[in-house]
């Protein structure tokens, strides 16, 4: 099956750190876009941060400017989200999404839950 693997959530409390890591199943890495995208409780999918394809370009949502790195190492055909600072309001269902030539690939989703 073509997809996304997320992996690296869990529990923190606010002004912790995690790095979510995600890696393709079924498609070449290092030909795709690659963007983090998340869906809170009761939310639609809100976009947080894209990187093209050989990481020289990254663009970030206003509200995690700052505190979230995206990177992406070819070598290792893996995609990361560097989450810093971390706040209730970050707590979400985060998911890893392919695009590219009108193809589109995504995954189960990691958990991060930002709690005291």
């Known amino acids: 099956q073509v997809q996304t693997v997320e992996s690296g959530g869990g529990l923190v409390h606010p002004g912790g750190s995690l790095r979510l890591s995600c890696t393709p199943s079924?498609?070449?890495?290092?030909?795709?876009?690659m963007y983090w995208v998340r869906q809170a409780p009761g939310k639609g999918l809100e976009w947080i941060s894209w990187i093209n394809l050989d990481g020289s370009e990254t663009k970030y949502r206003e509200s995690v400017k700052g505190r979230f790195t995206i990177s992406r190492d070819n070598t290792k055909n893996t995609l990361y989200l560097q989450m810093n600072l971390l706040k209730p309001e970050d707590t979400a269902v985060y998911y890893c999404?392919?695009?590219?030539?009108?193809?589109?690939?995504w995954g189960q989703g990691t958990q991060v839950t930002v709690s005291s």
């Open positions: 079924g498609f070449i890495f290092s030909n795709y876009w």
């Open positions: 999404n392919a695009q590219r030539w009108g193809l589109e690939y």
